[in-house]
């Protein structure tokens, strides 16, 4: 069974800094796009960041610029560096990565979301 935990999240002032990690885990053959997802209260779940294996990224608008997406290819890991955050990115980021998985193929998984508080 394939995992996503993700870490590092908490409070954080404005313009300061915060890195999350997301490791996955379990019966991989391969792991394809992985990416931060996030979802503000009261608000739907948006995109905030993609990588592809090759490491060809792609920013939401609202994120370009502040938070770099890296991937540990050997340790299946992405990491969002999130600089200067604002007191809009308060939300729940969740990791998602589209892996192969030995027994199931293809599939899409989600990480259980952690929890970032910016304060003013």
């Known amino acids: 069974q394939v995992q996503l935990v993700e870490s590092g999240g908490g409070l954080v002032q404005a313009g300061g800094s915060l890195r999350l990690s997301c490791a996955a885990s379990?019966?991989?053959?391969?792991?394809?796009?992985m990416g931060w997802y996030r979802q503000a209260p009261g608000k739907q779940r948006e995109l905030g960041v993609h990588?592809?294996?090759?490491?060809?990224?792609n920013y939401a608008d609202s994120v370009q610029g502040r938070f770099t997406i890296s991937r540990d290819t050997a340790k299946n890991t992405v990491y969002l560096q999130m600089n200067s955050p604002k007191t809009e990115d308060t939300a729940v980021y969740y990791c998602?990565?589209?892996?192969?998985?030995?027994?199931?193929?293809?599939?899409?998984?989600w990480g259980q979301g952690t929890h970032v508080t910016v304060s003013s």
């Open positions: 990588i592809t294996r090759g490491g060809i990224t």
């Open positions: 379990g019966s991989i053959f391969s792991i394809n796009p």
């Open positions: 998602n990565a589209e892996i192969v998985d030995y027994g199931l193929g293809l599939r899409h998984y």
